[in-house]
């Protein structure tokens, strides 16, 4: 071997020793980045499963396009109109007369689609309380039942009543003309509001709720919202057609969505939606009315 060959060795070592090292940061630098694809890619796959989770679309068969009558509660102009009368003059009749105060959890905001929206019922002002509190979004198209013996058998009740609630009919003394009208609602992509007590508090206490609405979310598969009310009743207590004096605070909170097992009975899931209601009632109970009005509540 000449000493030419001998000083061409290690440099031909070191060369091979480089390419290697090069050759294994490139194949951990493929790596790395696969990685950090997949990490990508899984991070969507999540947020599209929250979104799908809260959407009509993925858990039942969807909703159609209304037609008919139907096509009423999902009218744009009508929708501009309510945005008018519950948001800006309904807005500062409230504002007038309570201190109103909303929270919403975030997740009420991922819902596209049609849910039900359930809350406690302490007043006749309720309904727009909540239809104002919403999201835009999500309280776009929101629709409230009401008598229809008394709020459609007069035509200018039930222009009232559909242009500030998006109001749909509920037969009452055994009539069944307006049967079905939540559900084909429901899968027309309409949310609608339900008071599952059966009406309004009568001491400011919270009753027990019937099992309709969580049949109803989960006949059609859609998520329900739960609601609370705190100081509704103790601004407006029943048999008062105004609110007390001085502008008493009034609380909307909107909390988690809920979504009703696959194999879950109505009464187990209507059990789990009173739950989260007097949850919410009475985490913010104390700070919006104060202890004193609790053990007065205690008393009654």
Do not use: C
């Not at 999902?74 to 800006?88: E, P, Y």
């Not at 999201?135 to 009543?161: C, E, K, N």
Request: charged share 25%.
């Amino acid at each position: 071997m000449t000493d030419e060959d001998s000083e061409k060795e290690p440099e031909e070592q070191e060369s091979s020793r480089r390419a290697e090292a090069a050759a294994r940061f490139s194949e951990a630098s493929s790596r790395a980045a696969d990685a950090t694809a997949k990490a990508a890619d899984d991070l969507k796959d999540r947020s599209r499963r929250l979104l799908a989770s809260l959407s009509a679309r993925s858990r039942g068969e969807g909703w159609e396009k209304p037609t008919g009558e139907l096509a009423k509660y999902r009218s744009g102009w009508r929708a501009g109109m309510r945005f008018v009368l519950q948001r800006v003059l309904f807005r500062a009749v409230v504002n007038s007369a309570v201190s109103p105060q909303v929270q919403v959890h975030r997740r009420v905001k991922s819902i596209r689609g049609p849910f039900v929206l359930v809350a406690n019922h302490t007043s006749h002002v309720d309904a727009p309380l909540l239809a104002m509190s919403l999201p835009w979004t999500q309280g776009r198209f929101l629709s409230t039942g009401v008598a229809a013996d008394y709020w459609f058998d007069h035509w200018h009740r039930r222009i009232f009543v559909r242009l500030m609630m998006n109001a749909f009919p509920i037969d009452r003394g055994g009539s069944r003309k307006h049967a079905g009208t939540s559900k084909r609602l429901l899968r027309s992509g309409v949310p609608i509001l339900v008071f599952p007590e059966g009406g309004r508090q009568q001491t400011g206490t919270m009753a027990e709720f019937k099992a309709g609405a969580a049949a109803l979310a989960l006949g059609v598969g859609v998520p329900v919202v739960p609601a609370a009310i705190i100081g509704g009743y103790e601004a407006m207590p029943k048999g008062r057609s105004w609110p007390v004096p001085g502008r008493p605070p009034v609380r909307i909170v909107f909390g988690e969505p809920l979504l009703g097992g696959v194999d879950e009975p109505a009464s187990d899931f209507i059990t789990r939606i009173h739950d989260s209601v007097k949850d919410l009632y009475d985490e913010h109970h104390d700070e919006v009315l104060g202890s004193a009005v609790r053990d007065e509540e205690e008393d009654a």
